[in-house]
């Protein structure tokens, strides 16, 4: 594999790390003592951990711990991390911070399991993730001195969803968690898949060196499964054909355990079902605080159904969201102004940080913090922090746009005549992510123009005219679109748009370039799964079909003068695997079942297709 492409996927993380280094690269050696040692679990199985215990022992100090299949590399008593903790606020209030490589990665022992799954432990020795989370602290309180009985967790995307795991049946020691962009349900909306469509892209990177096969605990895996130059990904995976060419003898080669895993789980089968998270946080008692990114382009489902889940599963937990404009774990990094054409006027990163140490040193030190917000959300399009005592906000209300006739989008129902507009969706020419040729995945799509796909005939765009006065939209978005096809299957993508005035109608401004189209909320919805995520169904070719799903939520102003767009496609290459658009299991067809389709958008009064948008009325949040 090509370096650039691993590169992209994991350059966010990397950024941050770096970004959280002290001014005084000794800073760690100078005021913490470090070990590393392998805990026992339940079963017999070891797992490595470092721990970093401050110098300081004038008082008894909190456990702050990051469990993580991605290493807690330096290897050896004499070699240190180059920071602590999620900032360094924290790590210069010091803590006892904790690293610990998962089971079955790098030094651990035992076996490793893609997101573990959570399970009822009838027996003494059966292990989950929070097993050994609770087996890991109890030796903790035991073994290292000059503790305080307390432990928080904290996690970036896959550690983020051990954070999570950690939450069932707690150690009672555990006080404060917080799970960011945590990794959460695969198939509904996460890394692997969303609504059921394949995300080929990111994992066909990731899965390459993360899957690399691992006979005995190591500090360095050595590698990927295979090298492949990728300069340009659209005509890579084009060439590439059929996903199940993904295991031919260069490529996979069925030496990935969780790529094949993968293809074999086309549908939201027992596989998945175990591997979702969200159905086991009940009775949680720690205090939670989740946070996630708008712009995150892996885990933005993970931060928010978390939230949700905990909010509906055990009413009256401590648990509290924040979501602020950052792209994958950007909130970890010292600064963060801006992201692509975005200028957001301040570093959203200090308030963050603000939130986040408070959090910890309250409920691990009896700090006296003020109360955190249920909700502290920063609204893009006005640049401005809020806070809601419920999220969504319960004040917002639903308002629908409706696809109309002639491109036009606007609240009311259309004719009773059948209307529809209609387009050719090709697999041999798929719509394109992104605007240009990237090697890899460029996370920046979820805001960049675009014009590049209204200008396509095989997408269809509707607008309302310039908007008289500012809407303010938080909350979830829900599609509903009535289509047919000629085919058996069929993906839809539905894209909400902010769009800037044009020179005619404005001012440009280097932000504000005239005419961009900038993104707001995409996503894909595989059309079979329309009625059972479990027992995919056929098109019936021709036959109108209504297709409603949830789009993540946004909080974002429309201002004056601009307007408010939807795009609707059946591609999203090569981000999402393409759909042959006949009745087959994706992982296994071959290029003969791919088939061009005719899809009919209709929008009519008996039909209305169109975004239901969660309206704010002035004066709902405090802001910040």
């Known amino acids: 594999m090509k370096p650039i492409l691993l590169l992209a996927l994991l350059a966010p993380l990397w950024c941050c790390c770096q970004d959280r280094r002290p001014a005084d690269p000794d800073y760690v050696k100078t005021n913490y003592d470090k070990l590393e040692v392998d805990i026992p679990m339940r079963d017999g199985k070891k797992l490595h951990t470092a721990i970093y215990a401050p110098k300081d022992h004038s008082h008894p100090y909190p456990f702050l711990m990051e469990r993580t299949p991605y290493s807690v590399a330096p290897y050896g008593d004499t070699l240190y991390r180059r920071s602590l903790g999620p900032n360094s606020d924290l790590m210069q209030s010091k803590y006892i911070f904790v690293y610990q490589d998962v089971r079955g990665r790098y030094m651990s022992e035992g076996d490793f399991q893609e997101m573990t799954p959570a399970i009822d432990k009838k027996k003494g020795t059966e ?126 080669n069925h030496q990935g355990k969780i790529w094949d895993e993968y293809l074999g789980h086309s549908t939201y089968d027992s596989y998945w079902k175990a591997r979702n998270i969200r159905t086991h946080l009940k009775s949680v008692k720690p205090a939670v605080l989740v946070v996630g990114g708008w712009f995150d382009a892996e885990d933005m489902f993970g931060a928010l159904r978390t939230y949700e889940a905990i909010e509906k599963q055990t009413p009256g937990n401590d648990n509290h969201l924040v979501m602020g404009p950052w792209t994958h774990g950007a909130w970890s990094g010292r600064s963060w102004n801006k992201f692509g054409p975005l200028d957001f006027g301040l570093n959203v990163n200090e308030r963050y940080k603000q939130i986040e140490t408070a959090f910890f040193n309250h409920y691990l030190k009896d700090s006296a913090a003020a109360p955190l917000a249920e909700a502290t959300v920063f609204e893009t399009g006005t640049n401005q922090w809020k806070e809601y005592a419920t999220w969504p906000p ?231």
Not at 223 to 244: M, Q, S, V
Not at 488 to 506: N, Q, S
Not at 578 to 595: K, W
């Open 127 to 252: 292990t989950d993730e929070s097993s050994d989370t609770w087996d890991t602290i109890d030796w903790l309180l035991k073994n290292v001195t000059n503790n305080n009985g307390r432990v928080g967790l904290w996690g970036i995307s896959y550690p983020g969803f051990y954070a999570s795991a950690s939450l069932p049946d707690a150690h009672p020691a555990i006080k404060a968690v917080s799970p960011q962009a945590p990794v959460t349900d695969e198939f509904i909306g996460d890394d692997a898949n969303h609504n059921g469509a394949f995300f080929l892209l990111d994992n066909f990177g990731f899965d390459n060196f993360f899957d690399v096969k691992r006979p005995q605990p190591v500090k360095n895996y050595g590698g990927t499964i295979f090298r492949a130059r990728i300069d340009d990904a659209y005509k890579f995976f084009l060439e590439l054909g059929p996903i199940k060419n993904t295991n031919n003898p260069e490529y996979f």
């Open 394 to 624: 319960k004040e917002a209300r639903a308002a629908r746009f409706l696809l109309q006739p002639n491109g036009e989008l606007a609240p009311m129902k259309g004719s009773t005549t059948v209307s529809f507009d209609e387009y050719v969706s090709d697999p041999a020419s798929p719509v394109p992510y992104i605007d240009g040729v990237r090697s890899g995945r460029d996370n920046s799509y979820v805001v960049t123009d675009q014009r590049f796909a209204s200008q396509r005939a095989d997408v269809l765009t509707y607008q309302t005219p310039p908007l008289e006065t500012p809407i303010t939209v938080t909350g979830r978005l829900k599609a509903d679109i009535f289509l047919s096809s000629t085919g058996t299957d069929a993906d839809l993508v539905v894209k909400l748009i902010d769009v800037i005035p044009g020179k005619e109608e404005g001012i440009s401004t280097p932000q504000d370039p005239a005419g961009y189209q900038r993104l707001v909320r995409a996503d894909v919805f595989r059309c079979k799964f329309r009625n059972s995520w479990e027992k995919p169904t056929p098109l019936k070719p021709g036959q109108i079909t209504e297709v409603q799903f949830d789009l993540n939520e946004i909080a974002h102003t429309f201002k004056p003068g601009h307007r408010i767009m939807v795009q609707i496609q059946s591609s999203w290459f090569p981000l999402v695997d393409r759909n042959p658009q006949t009745f087959v299991n994706i992982p296994t067809c071959s290029e003969s079942d791919f088939q061009k389709a005719t899809i009919r958008i209709y929008h009519d009064a008996i039909h209305p297709s169109g975004l239901t948008l969660p309206v704010l009325t002035p004066g709902s949040a405090v802001l910040q």
